[in-house]
């Protein structure tokens, strides 16, 4: 009996270790949440682990975005979104991101990468290690809105860094694509325009 306790004991608090990183993660959410109040609209939205599971079955892998999109999906335990859309007559402070920032720090979570793209910026944080990122926030901040993406993960570093690898290529290939139309348009002879008068004139 004493054995079966001490197991249940052990187990109890091995559960609540496991949970308190995503506690902490979600009172800094919240207090961030909170500087906005009133000033802000602010959602939030949750996914569990059957819903996840049942979008990687339903996903077609067609092409390369899709097949990663349903290997991460197969990592993920859940998911909670919180989207924040600021008021017309405000703005979103560099400030307040960065101590939003420093809380995480505080509660041991580390700077995974930052990407900028067309005037927004991500920060991916964890508190995990290499081989299991475990909890990882996703803060995406552009001038009026923000994104919060609270993940629970079996992702690795190496998941973290294929994903941003495949979009940084794609948007580079995309901009590569873009230039050299624009340079094989400007090579093109200018186009000879006739009009109806042009025409019967020539008849």
Aim: glycine share 4%.
């Amino acid at each position: 009996m004493k054995r079966t306790l001490l197991y249940c004991s052990i187990a109890v608090i091995l559960g609540l270790l496991a949970v308190l990183p995503a506690i902490a993660q979600k009172k800094s959410l919240r207090a961030f949440c909170q500087e906005y109040r009133g000033q802000a609209e602010i959602h939030t939205f949750g996914v569990g682990r059957p819903l996840l599971t049942l979008a990687s079955w339903i996903i077609p892998a067609k092409d390369e975005d899709t097949r990663m999109a349903k290997h991460l999906l197969r990592k993920l335990r859940h998911v909670k979104l919180y989207t924040i859309t600021v008021d017309s007559n405000a703005n979103v402070s560099n400030g307040s991101m960065e101590r939003l920032k420093s809380r995480l720090e505080a509660e041991h979570y580390e700077s995974l990468t930052d990407i900028r793209s067309d005037g927004s910026i991500v920060h991916v944080m964890s508190n995990g290690r290499a081989e299991n990122l475990g909890n990882v926030v996703l803060l995406v901040k552009d001038d009026k809105d923000i994104v919060f993406i609270s993940l629970r993960t079996r992702l690795t570093l190496k998941d973290v860094s294929d994903v941003v690898n495949h979009y940084a290529l794609t948007d580079l290939h995309k901009k590569h694509i873009a230039e050299k139309r624009t340079q094989d348009s400007s090579a093109l002879p200018a186009a000879t325009t006739f009009t109806a008068g042009s025409i019967a004139k020539d008849k």
